[in-house]
């Protein structure tokens, strides 16, 4: 199983930047995907999911209406599309693969991408 997180870098305030994660190893459709930020000396947070099929999203208070979460199963993929970056958006950006089993849940972990805002 692997998950493999890009596109991350250093951007200027109110830039934008596109992060891919290329999933391989387990069935990719049918696994909801979120993805995380880790910013130094702070607790990890939600970002933004996606349901399996993609019918459903759901997004932090931070980041909505920036951020848009997105995902092409037949290429095994999910993306986040971060617009209007601030530097409060300044983290580990890593993306998770969950799906619901009975009696409690399977989760695979990327390794992360460092996202910086700065001028």
């Known amino acids: 199983v692997q998950l493999v997180e890009s596109g991350g870098g250093l951007v200027q305030p109110g830039g934008s930047l596109r992060l891919s994660c290329a999933a391989s190893?387990?069935?990719?459709?049918?696994?909801?995907m979120i993805w995380h930020r880790q910013a130094p000396g702070k607790e990890r947070e939600l970002v933004a999911a996606i349901t399996s099929a993609g019918g459903s999203t759901n997004y932090a208070d931070s980041v909505k209406d920036r951020f848009t979460i997105s995902r092409d199963n037949a290429k095994n993929t999910v993306y986040l599309q971060m617009n209007s970056l601030k530097p409060e958006d300044t983290a580990v950006y890593s993306c998770n693969a969950r799906r619901a089993l009975l009696g409690g849940k399977r989760d695979y972990w990327g390794q992360g991408t460092q996202v910086t805002v700065s001028s």
């Open positions: 190893g387990f069935t990719f459709s049918s696994y909801d």
